[in-house]
């Protein structure tokens, strides 16, 4: 196998399995190649990757050491995410009722919802995050595209209780949308007590479910690592939660004329 | 640049965006390289990826031709996929009352997901498919990952109307489970009519939701292009659907014994 096939296979395969560790034996036994070989492999694999804008090779030494691919966003690619996400909700026919949006293709479209998870996990590599959090149903999509780039399970609160969820927690809370309160629940086996999760979600407004995914989390003795919402409302100025990093910020709905107010989070200024 | 990190990058390229066309110009352009150049790494990244096990390269010709990477996955690497599910179902902790199991676990671990996805996009790659179709909640990551590989949009059918999903359809059907009449919703925008949908969920026992999702597709229009269940339950016999296709059978489990009874679906044999 030539080196050029090695270092394109070896991207591959770093970039399948991001914040995976691979010892340079792995390599070593499956192109059957001398260490020194695939030293030299893997630091073309890093200028290469390095040059794509997707984030890093990054190589741990000792013992229990090796290679991982570490998925980050350059700001210039940033910017295209946040621009067409800015683009896609200005489009008048996404106007609903009561100055609703229709996001749904948006946040089921896995180009999209690819960009903003590597903003979120490009953001939060650093978190020690055992867990990416969210709530059903919306937010699902980004915030396990989101744990999968960070490489830790994804756990999902839920409205109603669900036999198949075996002991579930449960709480009361404010949507703070309406009055109404409302449920959600999560599984006791959700994470073990004492981990950290990341909380990403689709949408925020005041910010009560947010607040109630940390006091479900904090139920089961699990901490919060960061906030990650994809787009932010900036009404009402008062939140629920005051540290959260949004990829845009939605200002006037306007159903009359047709407008929307968007910009984006330009957070590396 | 040398060819290796050429190389190297155009893998890693052509894996964060399976199924996207990218022209020879493209990478031109990017590597600042020609055309003949480009051909030669194209031809390179192709044999680094085929090597894998994880999918392939393929040119496609013409004006509008270029090169897409083609995710799927060799017998050898869905065989480790399945015993994988299998030696975690077969865990006498995940059992729950009734005769329920506790899945959540795996059907939120990005790691076992993109491998069950990875079956799902290799099998259906040639289906047509414009979008994928599953009921919320636990199928999501699964039938959002396999969008994801096939580079189609998500559609998620929901079980109760929500005003920001605009005009809904909604229908009643039979779960199978119980004999209590149910919901589901769609909205009209899911999906262009006319299109064709893959329904991917995690689990199916007698068929009543897979058919229901049948169903409420059919009533906007869209056909089923397939269906793919991660966990199918071997009882009942007779399932509401007929053609589907599993990545693992469930038989008897056992709550005195500790026991489950679960098989690969060897489908390539």
Redesign the interface.
Known sequence: ?????????????L???PH?IFNLRYFCDRFSAAKSSISE?IA??A???G??G?GYIETLPGASGGVRYVPDISPEKAEEVQDELCRLLREENRI???G??????IM????I??GMARIFAGRFKSSGADHVATI???G??VA??T??LL??????V?RETK????ATVSINYFPGSSERLQKMSI?K??AAPGSKALIIDDFMRGGGSIKGIAEILSEVDIQVAGVGVAIVNIEPEDKKVSDYFPIVRLGNVDEMKKTVEVTANRYWE
Chains 1, 2 share one sequence.
């Not at 089921?108 to 180009?111: D, F, G, L, V, W």
């Not at 490489?151 to 999902?156: D, G, Q, R, Y």
């Not at 036999?163 to 075996?166: A, D, H, R």
Request: hydrophobic share 40%.
């Open positions: 196998m030539k080196r050029s096939h090695r270092v394109g296979a070896i991207c591959q395969i970039a399948e399995s995976r492999d073309a694999a200028l290469a990757v040059s794509t997707y609903l009722g009561g609703f949006l229709y996001t749904s293709d089921y479209n896995p180009a919802v690819k059903e149903t919306k699902i999509p396990f595209m744990a999968q490489n830790i399970p994804l756990i999902v839920r036999i198949s969820e075996g599984s086996r959700a």
